[in-house]
């Protein structure tokens, strides 16, 4: 039996075996802390919370790992040349030039339509650098920068269709739903600017990926991760700019009725991650 008190206080016998500070502290390893700890976050204590030295200040765009970059530029550029004429040399396309791809393969999907022929690469690779890696001669002058590159050739898909295929340069998957390269970056090494996007996306005036927003999607993580698009041409974001007679003091009433609203919305529906990310914006 243990004497249940605190300090100087009587307690009565309980036969749990433990003091109440011990039973209090039990509970933050059980089920009640798991309550204890939707309880805080929905208060907003973990983003008002310090972090440990080598993080950023804690918000929705936190660091999870201490960052040694200061920015990443992830190019998808949808048509570009093939990698069997820049940095993927492939011999056996000589081997077998001009002959047509077995059709009776699993992993050719040609979708119904003609299957074509095998062509050798337009240019020669040649070795550049220390590191020998070869490069087309499309590109004699990034060769002479071989050393300063990471060039992974392992990566491959088995889609035959574009929407997919960009999907998967994005998101490591041909299926939608999984988070981007850009939302993984955020999530794991954050922004030091917590009130602005820490992922942006631009596109080409010409149009971006057939997929569109799944590209740059979030996926499964916080929406706070998800890649803002900036528009190519006129206001990058639209409504940013409102009216003259608008001072920044009724914009801020507006938008602190706006999030009380949004957030008597969001406490009558359950979910609404996209709603939740939204309101922490305002």
Known sequence: MAIIGDGNLPGRQFPCGRTR????????????????????????????????????????????????????????????????????HKPELTKYAGKQLPS?????????????????????????????????????NVRKHADKLAIVNSCHTDSHAHGSALVAVNTGKTFIGRPSLGAW?????GTENQSLPGYVVMLDERGGPISGQ??????????????????????????LRGPEHVTREIQREQLDLLKQLNE???DARKGGADLAARIRVL
């Open 185 to 189: 970056c955020v999530y794991g090494l």
């Open 264 to 266: 008597q919305h969001r």
């Open 214 to 239: 799944p590209n740059w999607s979030s996926g499964f993580m916080p929406s706070t991760v998800s890649g803002t698009l900036f528009r190519p041409t006129g206001d990058p974001i639209l409504n």
């Open 21 to 88: 500070r011990e039973c209090v502290w039990d509970m933050g390893v059980g089920f009640a802390g798991l309550a204890l700890t939707s309880l805080l976050d929905r208060d907003g204590f973990f983003d008002a919370a310090a972090r440990a030295d080598g993080v950023a200040n804690a918000g929705p765009l936190s660091q999870h790992f201490p960052a040694k970059a200061k920015a990443c530029i992830f190019l998808t550029m949808n048509g570009a040349p093939s990698q069997v004429d820049t940095f993927d």
């Open 104 to 140: 009776d393969r699993e992993y050719i999907n040609s979708g119904g339509r003609k299957v074509g022929y095998l062509t050798p690469e337009w240019r020669p690779f040649r070795r550049g650098g220390e590191s020998g890696q070869l490069i087309s001669d499309y590109f004699p």
